[in-house]
């Protein structure tokens, strides 16, 4: 049984298309990354996986049932624009979105503090939401998603606006809930976030899928000819046979290798008049899969020059 | 029921806790008490206590108005009688006017009364006062003069002084069978015009509190729980609770402060002019009466995205209230007519002029009822439209909808 099942979804406003012909499934267990540039979709799809809007045609499936508002007491959404109540006291507000998503107040009250114990805001329990800094507003909300404990949590670009140290505070906290067997949705166009997390993306451009399936299994269809370098020293092995194409940030090259060469020659080069201390063979970047699927799916100018925020 | 409740209480929380409801709660029955009593007080005090000279060649005619003038009953005057020293008496004038421009000058004006040319035209009457806006004075001695000439007139028809006393004295209508019938007009005023301030203002209240859920972007996170009407119905159960808890607070304030024995002074005491029925009614009406309104700007939330745009849709919460307040003035002439009756059943003006009229005359319980049932229907259809507007709307903020696009966000699901 899947947890979420869109089958060929579409959805438009006015004129504008937001999601044309949307499908995938989410595994149970699984951390589910759906990318895409801004204004790609992300959103307006999550909206209709949790009922906000109603898709014009096509299925989605909760839980392996036709959607129905009951199934969302298993579910936890956090949207892309936060929003609390600006004057309510912190524990106040959870213990309210906790009510409503069916807690005891008592039950909700404990969980909170809990969990604000957890992600290291027990200060602000009794101050009221506007006093707060954003990143800890954040963390109020990215609680009150969880309090209820739902079986598949939904987030919409959790990790935006966060600092570094939060961004991998969230980022932890989500692998952790997937290890109890939680499922995770979360959106990003931040493609490096989902390399690290996620075990099944998909890809939307233009409210078109571009690419779906597990991590695993998209990288392996691309040939391991991306030759990381880091040096110091001469950097004429840049002119070597075996490289199609690279990048010199100035100690710091990205080289895409020519169809079957072998990295270990450009190795042997490069040491021999640079003196190297990182060398990495490895599969095209997300990002680097993402940016040639939207060139060759759409020929016109303006598509394939698409900006990807990275 | 369950998560109407919840936001119903938050709401209702919220709002009694903040300052602002304190201050309403505490200030306004301070300012009105203010009001009623300090001008009571100063409706007792106002008395024309004016210094005023009369030039009158007709020594008679000038004693007779002086004392029709003392004895006026709100009056306190002091009259000073002066005869014009010369045949034309500029000299006279003159003194006087130097008296009222001058800024040391105790007089508020004079009366100049010049003879008439022929013996059977009434005299010329000349008032120069300090201050062109002393009315009160003024009305006093037409009055007075009035009256004068009125006793001078029957005298000289041969009517004796006691005959003309008898004549003018006032007249008293005895009103005790019906009850004081204007204390009971006052009462139904009151209540109509308390109604009027509380729907006025928690109707925009409830309208604000459905769009802080827009400002600050909360309802994505209400929707992907709650339902769009259970939201709403739990915003006007909120704010409405807020708005009874209030008006009780002011009323067990106007009891406590009605029932000391300087009130009784004041209003006079004895009879309570407020029926327990009319209070009966006042309740279920400001229910009703709030429910319609909150709904309406529950609507107008809805279509809404900010305080500014509410504030350009709010004649269509205020239009209904003006009209009520237009109709109250033909029910108060014919509180049974058929317009009376029609206009009372319709719903946005029911909870104010069905009221009223109960307060001025029998309704028939058929229409009572009627009024009922209409008002439930009228809420729940608004509702009905007002959560799916909610639900669509909210969506697709950033632009203001036009009404074919409201209409079609009624077909959405």
């Known amino acids: 049984m899947s947890i979420v099942e869109l089958q060929h979804v579409r959805k438009a406003y006015d004129t504008k298309i937001a999601v044309a012909d949307l499908s995938f499934t989410i595994e149970p267990g699984s951390m589910f990354g759906l990318l895409g540039p801004n204004g790609s979709g992300k959103t307006s799809s999550i909206r209709m996986i949790i009922g906000i809007t109603v898709p014009d045609s096509g299925t989605i499936s909760l839980f392996g049932q036709p959607f129905h508002r009951s199934l969302l007491k298993r579910v936890g959404y956090l949207p892309e624009e936060r929003g609390l109540y600006k004057k309510m006291k912190v524990m106040d507000q959870l213990t309210f979105l906790g009510q409503l998503h069916g807690l005891s107040a008592t039950t909700a009250s404990k969980r909170a503090h809990v969990w604000c114990e957890k992600l290291q805001i027990t200060e602000a329990i009794h101050k009221k939401t506007e006093e707060l800094s954003k990143g800890m507003q954040q963390k109020i909300q990215f609680i009150s998603t969880l309090l209820h404990e739902p079986e598949l949590i939904i987030m919409d670009e959790p990790f935006s606006g966060l600092d570094p140290v939060n961004a991998v505070l969230l980022m932890d906290t989500l692998v952790d809930l997937r290890k109890q067997g939680r499922t995770i949705l979360f959106s990003t166009h931040r493609m490096d976030q989902v390399e690290k997390l996620c075990d099944n993306i998909c890809l939307i451009h233009n409210s078109h899928l571009v690419l779906s399936g597990s991590m695993r299994e998209i990288k392996s269809r691309y040939p391991v000819n991306r030759v990381l370098i880091n040096f110091t020293g001469d950097d004429s092995f840049l002119n070597h046979s075996t490289i199609h194409s690279a990048k010199n940030y100035g100690g710091h090259a990205e080289i895409r290798l020519k169809e079957g060469a072998d990295a270990q020659a450009l190795l042997a080069a490069a040491i021999v008049k640079a003196r190297v201390t990182r060398f990495e063979v490895m599969e095209p970047t997300l990002e680097e899969i993402f940016i040639e699927k939207v060139t060759e799916t759409s020929q016109t100018p303006q598509s394939a020059g698409v900006h990807v925020n990275a | 029921m369950h998560n109407i409740w919840l936001i119903a209480r938050r709401e209702y929380l919220e709002r009694i806790r903040t300052k602002a409801f304190l201050v309403a709660t505490i200030l306004i029955p301070l300012l009105m008490g203010g009001f009623v009593f300090g001008s009571g007080y100063l409706a007792s005090r106002t008395k024309s206590s004016a210094h005023i000279v009369v030039v009158s060649s007709d020594a008679n005619f000038a004693a007779d108005l002086k004392h029709e003038l003392l004895t006026g009953k709100s009056s306190s005057m002091t009259v000073d009688l002066l005869a014009p020293s010369t045949s034309n008496g500029d000299d006279t004038r003159a003194t006087l006017d ?127 729980t709650i339902k769009p009407d259970e939201m709403l119905a739990g915003k006007i159960l909120g704010v409405g609770s807020v708005g009874l808890t209030q008006i009780a607070v002011w009323m067990l304030a106007a009891a406590a402060l009605g029932a000391t024995p300087f009130a009784t002074n004041l209003i006079g005491g004895g009879h309570a002019p407020i029926s327990a029925t009319q209070i009966f009614f006042f309740v279920i009406y400001f229910i009703f009466g709030f429910l319609v309104y909150s709904s309406i700007a529950a609507a107008l939330g809805a279509i809404t995205n900010s305080e500014q745009e509410l504030q350009q849709l709010n004649m269509f919460l205020v239009l209904p209230l003006a009209f009520c307040f237009l109709m109250i003035f033909v029910i108060t002439r014919a509180p049974d007519s ?65 009404l074919s696009e409201l209409l079609r966000w009624l077909k959405y699901s």
Not at chain 2, 126 to 148: M, W
Not at chain 2, 342 to 362: E, K
Not at chain 2, 379 to 400: D, P, T
């Open chain 2, 338 to 402: 058929t317009l009376a009756q029609i206009v009372s059943l319709i719903p946005f003006c029911s909870p104010l002029l069905m009221n009223f009229r109960i307060s001025l005359t029998t309704v028939p319980p058929w229409q009572i009822g009627l009024s009922f049932v209409l008002m439930s229907l009228t809420i729940v259809s608004i509702l009905w439209v007002a959560s799916r507007i909610y639900r669509v709307g909210i969506l697709m903020y950033g632009k203001k909808p036009n």
């Open chain 2, 98 to 224: 130097q008296n009222l421009t001058s800024k040391h000058g105790d007089l508020t004006g004079y009366l100049w009364i010049t003879p008439p040319s022929q013996s059977n035209t009434r005299p010329a009457f000349t008032y120069v006062p300090r201050s062109a806006g002393d009315v009160t004075t003024e009305d006093d001695l037409s009055a007075a003069i009035k009256n004068v000439i009125t006793r001078e007139g029957l005298t000289r028809q041969g009517m004796g002084a006691s005959d003309i006393d008898a004549l003018m004295a006032p007249v008293v209508i005895d009103t005790s069978k019906t009850g004081d019938s204007r204390t009971a007009f006052g009462a139904a005023y009151l209540l109509f015009f308390l109604m009027y301030m509380v729907i006025m203002l928690y109707g925009m209240n409830t309208a604000r509190s459905i769009i802080e859920e827009k400002t600050s972007r909360v309802f994505e996170v209400m929707l992907s």
